[in-house]
């Protein structure tokens, strides 16, 4: 009999040998889907929202100065900064005493004591402190307002820089000091005004859609792709079911271990295509539409996972250990690929090898069978 009749019986028979794993396959796979499916759906309606970060309440004291006017001007276009506007409201206190009370009562996260001639300062470049005062510095909130003032302060320095240069170049060109002192005022407010209102210290990162997609086919997508990798515990022993004795036996009619590989490959794939269904019926409904193509777009998905786990069931010699390759494989391309998180909120190194792992693919060709993305 030739290697391929012996391999065509070794195939057969691991084809009658999965079969008994189908129902385990399919409870399983209804267990895992409602799980990971209404994860899914929790966490795309949660993790992005529009208006879910609110602003930080800032109160500020104003020392009463010969400069207050300017102070006023400043704080002005302050508040009216797009990034501030998003990020902080910002009001004043009438005492030092209250700004300390509502500190302490939780009213507002900074009170910040502004001195006299604070403004005045920044333009001649005697540079007065600000007295900042938070009842916790190592929130993520107060490192953001903190870089936003100290930025703002470094943009009116800036401003004022180049106000002076103005300044300097007229009287040294001898300009009447009537005319210097009108430019003056006028540089002061053109340039400032342009500096600043250009300015935006905060990106916001727009996480609602993942390619084609919502948020929500994105995470169901990844939720199939989990479900069908997990169903590994349930296949390991299949994939690793031909022991040393009738390895040994098989060789000697040339049959390897590469033969086995692929017969075990090709065995899985219908093993997967069979719980894929259940997922497929599940998300058709909800979509209320059944994208038939879908079924056959999904293959390459299919033998790629099948070859994933066959892969783990060769470089493993138990069972409990594929599975736990199978498992670490599983977070390391769901993760990679944007199935925790959405391709846009994942660290710039991720998102730049993401490119080169199978997770992204998996998930973009799960939403292509299952919504026609």
């Known amino acids: 009999m030739s290697r391929f009749s012996y391999f065509t019986r070794l195939l057969k028979a691991d084809l009658k040998r999965v079969t008994k794993y189908i129902p385990s396959l399919l409870i399983s796979v209804c267990i895992l889907f409602t799980v990971c499916a209404s994860a899914g759906y929790v966490i795309s309606k949660n993790l992005y929202k529009e208006n879910k970060f609110t602003?930080?309440?800032?109160?500020?004291?104003?020392?009463?100065?010969?400069?207050?006017?300017?102070?006023?001007?400043?704080?002005?276009?302050?508040?009216?900064?797009?990034?501030?506007?998003?990020?902080?409201?910002?009001?004043?206190?009438?005492?030092?005493?209250?700004?300390?009370?509502?500190?302490?009562?939780?009213?507002?996260?900074?009170?910040?004591?502004?001195?006299?001639?604070?403004?005045?300062?920044?333009?001649?470049?005697?540079?007065?402190?600000?007295?900042?005062?938070?009842?916790?510095?190592?929130?993520?909130?107060?490192?953001?307002?903190?870089?936003?003032?100290?930025?703002?302060?470094?943009?009116?320095?800036?401003?004022?820089?180049?106000?002076?240069?103005?300044?300097?170049?007229?009287?040294?060109?001898?300009?009447?000091?009537?005319?210097?002192?009108?430019?003056?005022?006028?540089?002061?407010?053109?340039?400032?005004?342009?500096?600043?209102?250009?300015?935006?210290?905060?990106?916001?990162?727009?996480?609602?859609?993942?390619?084609?997609?919502?948020?929500?086919?994105?995470?169901?997508?990844?939720?199939?792709?989990?479900?069908?990798?997990?169903?590994?515990?349930?296949?390991?022993?299949?994939?690793?079911?031909h022991n040393s004795g009738v390895t040994k036996v098989l060789k000697t009619h040339k049959i390897n271990n590469f033969h086995i590989f692929i017969s075990n490959v090709i065995c899985t794939i219908p093993a997967l295509y069979i719980s894929y269904i259940p997922c497929f019926i599940g998300l058709s409904i909800y979509n209320k539409q059944i994208f038939g193509f879908g079924l056959i777009t999904v293959i390459p998905a299919i033998i790629l996972l099948a070859l994933i786990m066959n892969l783990a069931g060769i470089f493993s010699r138990h069972v409990f250990t594929g599975n736990m390759i199978v498992f670490c494989i599983t977070l390391a391309i769901t993760y990679i690929g944007g199935g925790f998180l959405p391709h846009a909120m994942l660290p710039s190194a991720i998102q730049k090898i993401s490119a080169f792992l199978p997770g992204e693919y998996l998930i973009k060709l799960f939403g292509h069978s299952l919504f026609g993305l």
């Open 55 to 241: 602003a930080v309440n800032v109160g500020y004291y104003l020392s009463p100065s010969e400069d207050s006017d300017m102070t006023e001007l400043a704080l002005g276009m302050l508040k009216k900064m797009e990034s501030i506007e998003e990020s902080a409201s910002i009001f004043p206190v009438n005492t030092i005493e209250d700004g300390y009370r509502m500190l302490e009562q939780g009213e507002i996260l900074f009170f910040i004591i502004v001195p006299e001639d604070f403004f005045t300062g920044l333009m001649d470049s005697t540079n007065t402190p600000l007295e900042v005062v938070v009842q916790d510095t190592s929130t993520i909130s107060s490192y953001v307002a903190n870089e936003l003032f100290l930025s703002y302060a470094n943009y009116l320095t800036t401003a004022q820089a180049a106000i002076y240069s103005v300044i300097d170049t007229l009287r040294a060109h001898e300009f009447d000091e009537d005319f210097v002192s009108q430019t003056d005022m006028k540089v002061n407010l053109v340039f400032t005004e342009r500096v600043i209102n250009k300015d935006s210290y905060i990106q916001t990162v727009d996480a609602t859609g993942e390619g084609n997609g919502t948020l929500i086919q994105h995470y169901l997508s990844a939720a199939v792709m989990l479900v069908l990798l997990l169903l590994a515990v349930i296949l390991m022993p299949f994939i690793q079911g």
